[in-house]
């Protein structure tokens, strides 16, 4: 890999995290979580899952500087450049979507008192767009350091824990906003966004 294929490279997985750290860090305050609030606690399982899958990334790496593809200058600076585009990407569209929502962002799923469905900015794009950002993160880091295999097994775990979350939050959200909720999601796909209109 040549060095300035590596720098992009590193300085993308580098500075996304930096970001990623910051968005949440700096997040507005949550609000109100009362006796009203109604939660899904098997979406506990997908953050599970979610976080086994960062670990796989992390931890089956291959040797520093060892291209995940063939060893071909242009290619490297291909896959560098997806990186860095990925890790931007991802990180604005998460500092986006936690603004966005403002005292209503959690951790975990739950709706409170007076709770609004939101489905403007970055949330008219996927219904998800925190997961989506994360999903990019995940391939930044896979892509930087993951040996092929860690990152095809990593991206099943965080497959399956994305579906999982989406699952239990919606449910959420379908029994309290009903119709509208049907409607939002007939029209905004769940994390990736559509390439073209239909």
């Given amino acids: 890999m040549s060095t300035l294929s590596a720098y992009v490279m590193y300085a993308s997985l580098a500075g996304g995290w930096i970001g990623f750290a910051l968005a949440f860090i700096t997040r507005p305050r949550q609000g109100p979580s009362g006796p009203d609030a109604r939660r899904a606690p098997r979406a506990t399982v997908g953050i599970a ?7 796989t990334v992390w931890t089956f790496r291959r040797r520093a500087t060892t291209p995940i593809l063939p ?22 569209l998460i500092m986006w979507a936690i603004r966005h929502l403002g005292r209503q962002w959690a ?8 709770h609004e469905l939101i489905t403007s900015g970055p949330y008219g794009v996927v219904r998800h767009p ?10 930044v880091t896979g892509l930087v350091v993951s040996l092929w295999w860690a990152l095809g097994a990593g ?41 073209f209109n239909r």
């Fill in 49 to 55: 899952l979610q976080m086994l899958a960062f670990a």
């Fill in 71 to 92: 060893d071909v200058p242009l290619v490297d600076m291909m896959v560098a450049l997806v990186a860095a585009a990925l890790a931007a990407g991802s990180v604005a």
């Fill in 107 to 114: 951790v975990r799923a739950r709706l409170v008192e007076q």
């Fill in 130 to 139: 925190i997961y989506a950002g994360m999903g990019g993160m995940f391939l």
């Fill in 155 to 195: 991206l099943a775990l965080f497959a399956v824990g994305t579906a999982i979350r989406v699952r239990e939050e919606e449910k959420l959200l379908a029994e309290s906003f009903g119709d509208a909720f049907a409607r939002y999601r007939a029209s905004v796909p769940a994390v990736v966004p559509r390439l």
